[in-house]
């Protein structure tokens, strides 16, 4: 048995491989550091929750482990409430775990409540019928017990004193425990708000814009470069994604390295590595390459190479295919025109900036031969 880490990057580093001892690990941190929100997971089983609290990881329960144990102390320091919880994020639970467990528990002091945690889409999946005393829940009640903690500690905005320098350090620990959840898939906390509703009464309206700013701008290329023809080389614009194969001037890419010129319209950034992405909607432009054929782009001599790619804003990123990217972000390309028509010019005039630059700076090992741009 391990007493729950008193400080969260503790927590963090308990468990770097398994990522439900891991997330174990956060839970029970905060569970320890906000008495307030321990209090409150005791009372949604309905078991003594005055405290103190001791929070454990990794029980010992005769021969078997389980994963998270909160106890609430009597004034005598007896153990007055005790709840297990087994939590599942993509594994399933084991044959009779959870009768082993209720085996178990009902031999040690105090009330008690058994509990599995799992994923929402997960419930419907868990073993049934539960018997008193025992039950499922998700990570996503979780982090709505955390915020309905934090809104009592901090009003309906807690989330601004977070922000500050010298917030309190309970709301931030709750914060992170509710982003924890968010960012692993595990609970969608913000609410469906007014905002959302006018921007999908607006979103038919701007996808068309979009789909036609996407033809205007294909237009002003078709005299330097015009779309390739053939089966697989455009997809039709569908919800603000669409790309088109473009045919360029032979040059080192295409021949050296068996590449196709591609431009591409897309909801977010994927192309980029993931420590640059924006994820907004953006156009991107450059070659598209077979592995096979473009791994030598990311050996050791090319390292200044890329760099410059980089130092331009062009990316070089291996998802599948090789793909050597420039991005041009709607928000820029606001600005780029008055009309559709100007901005259309706008992004085709960018297309061609970049598919120059990428053609006219071959890697080192191109330079000099047959497949360099001439001079």
Known sequence: MTRAAGLLLEATERDVIDGENRLTEILASVLRMVPRFAARLMSEFKLPCEGPYEVNTQVHA????????????GSDGGVAGRLWAEHKIDAKFGPSQ??????????????????GLVREEALNRVPGPTPPNTSYGTWQQIAGLAEHVARDLGGLRWREATRKEDGPANLMLLNELIATLERRGLAHMDPFTTSDVYALMNVTDALGRLEALWDRSQQNLLARFPPSTGEGTRAKFDRGSAYQHLETSTCWATDGYGGWGDFVCEPTDWWKPEARQMGVPCFGVGFVFDRSRAGALFSKA???????LEERGLSLADGGYVRLYGTLYLNEVVTGGLTLDDQG?????????TLDHLIENPPPEVRGSALAPAE
């Open 98 to 115: 959870m009768e082993n467990y209720l085996d178990r528990i009902q031999r040690r002091p105090g009330e008690w409540h058994l509990v």
């Open 62 to 73: 005769d021969g078997k482990f389980v994963d998270m144990e909160v106890l609430s102390l």
């Open 302 to 308: 090319l390292e200044e190479w890329r760099r410059d």
């Open 345 to 353: 010019q706008f992004v085709a005039r960018w297309v061609g900036r």
